[in-house]
């Protein structure tokens, strides 16, 4: 069973940086998941922001493309996202998840994860 563990949110002005941060509380994020971050802002549908796969191969949404940078630490059991030229439009909280299946990460197929983690909220406001 892996457990995860968000950190990093919090409040930043639009054009600001943040680094969110996936820790597994128990089990390891190892190359046996692969591993995504999610984001699900008020009154919208929970959407894919970025996946590594089993085989290490980075999948970004395009709405972030250019601005987030997505790493895992199999070392240190972490993920994380490096989010840049941060907008109004990315404010969300946001969970990291993991999956069996390299077609649902790749895919970011929100019903395909196998874990989630509670979230963390980045709110961006000038």
């Known amino acids: 069973q892996l457990q995860l563990v968000e950190s990093g949110g919090g409040a930043v002005q639009p054009g600001g940086s943040l680094t969110l941060s996936c820790a597994a509380a128990?089990?390891?994020?190892?190359?046996?998941?692969?591993m995504a971050w999610f984001r699900q802002a008020p009154v919208k549908e929970r959407e894919g922001v970025a996946s590594?796969?089993?085989?290490?191969?980075?999948h970004y949404s395009d709405s972030v493309k250019g601005r987030f940078t997505v790493s895992k630490d199999n070392g240190e059991n972490t993920l994380a996202l490096q989010m840049n030229s941060l907008k109004p439009e990315d404010a969300a909280m946001y969970y990291c998840a993991a999956a069996h299946l390299d077609i649902y990460c790749r895919s970011m197929f929100v019903l395909g994860m196998d874990y989630w983690g509670n979230g963390t909220l980045v709110t961006i406001s000038s």
């Open positions: 590594i796969d089993n085989a290490g191969n980075i």
């Open positions: 128990s089990g390891y994020i190892s190359s046996s998941y692969c």
